[in-house]
């Protein structure tokens, strides 16, 4: 099984500000299959990155994926105030698919 | 406008037994495979399960093979998850969503595109 380690726990940045999220995996991710998601509180999931760097439908493009091997990075270049939630990683290149555990984007 | 609406959650009593549905509109459903993903409260989000359209590829985790049974009815748009012999652990918000990815053979390389607002399945005496 292939773990997800993401750094930091808790982001806490302003408005207008930078975000820089790191999943790293306890193996290599074969083909870049990684993906990112936003969760806000009381709310599913929603995709925001697949194939570890492409952007799924209607995602601004303030956020971008990056990485291979076992790092990858989700960065969201201007933080707006929708933006403040918790993101996840999860694989899929084996079996079973893991997730992070998780990182918050707090408000500062 | 993809949509995935779960029901069938409730509470339930250990060693029990409960069926979520998931019925899905706004989409080709027979088109895509499906997922069942969950969430303990005040946690992070654990992979339960994953069928593809017809059925012909489906995966578990490994914890939960042989305790549940995935799924689906194309002509219904709906897709099942049978759970048995439940536990506190399962306690959890569980989602449906349909997948991203393709099947190559057995293998199954799925990102979850499109998220239900899941159902609460609460196991407690």
């Known amino acids: 099984e292939i773990v997800l380690t993401q750094s930091p726990g808790t982001l806490s940045l302003s408005p207008g500000e930078r975000a820089t999220l790191s999943c790293t995996a306890s193996q290599s991710v074969s083909g870049r299959y990684l993906a990112w998601y936003q969760q806000k509180p009381g709310q599913a999931p929603r995709l925001l990155i697949y194939?570890?760097?492409n952007r799924a439908t209607g995602i601004p493009d303030r956020f971008s994926g990056s990485g291979g091997w076992t790092d990858y990075t989700l960065t969201i270049s201007r933080l707006e105030p929708e933006d403040f939630a918790v993101y996840y990683c999860?694989?899929?290149?084996?079996?079973?698919?893991?997730f992070g555990q998780g990182t918050k984007v707090e408000i500062k | 406008e993809v949509q995935l609406v779960e029901s069938g959650g409730g509470i339930i009593r250990p060693g029990g037994s409960l069926r979520l549905s998931c019925a899905a509109s706004?989409?080709?459903?027979?088109?895509?495979?499906m997922s069942w993903v969950r969430q303990a409260p005040g946690k992070g989000l654990e992979w339960v399960s994953d069928?593809?359209?017809?059925?012909?590829?489906?995966d578990y985790a490994v914890s939960l093979k042989g305790r549940f049974t995935i799924s689906r009815d194309n002509a219904k748009n709906s897709l099942y998850l049978q759970m048995r012999s439940l536990r506190a652990e399962d306690t959890a918000l569980y989602y449906c969503?349909?997948?991203?990815?393709?099947?190559?053979?057995?293998?199954?390389?799925?990102?979850?595109?499109?998220w239900g607002r899941g159902t609460l399945v609460t196991v407690s005496s």
């Open positions: 706004g989409f080709t459903f027979d088109a895509y495979g």
């Open positions: 194939d570890a760097s």
């Open positions: 969503a349909r997948v991203g990815g393709y099947c190559s053979g057995s293998r199954c390389l799925y990102y979850f595109d499109s």
């Open positions: 999860q694989q899929y290149a084996t079996s079973p698919r893991t």
């Open positions: 069928i593809d359209w017809n059925g012909g590829n489906i």
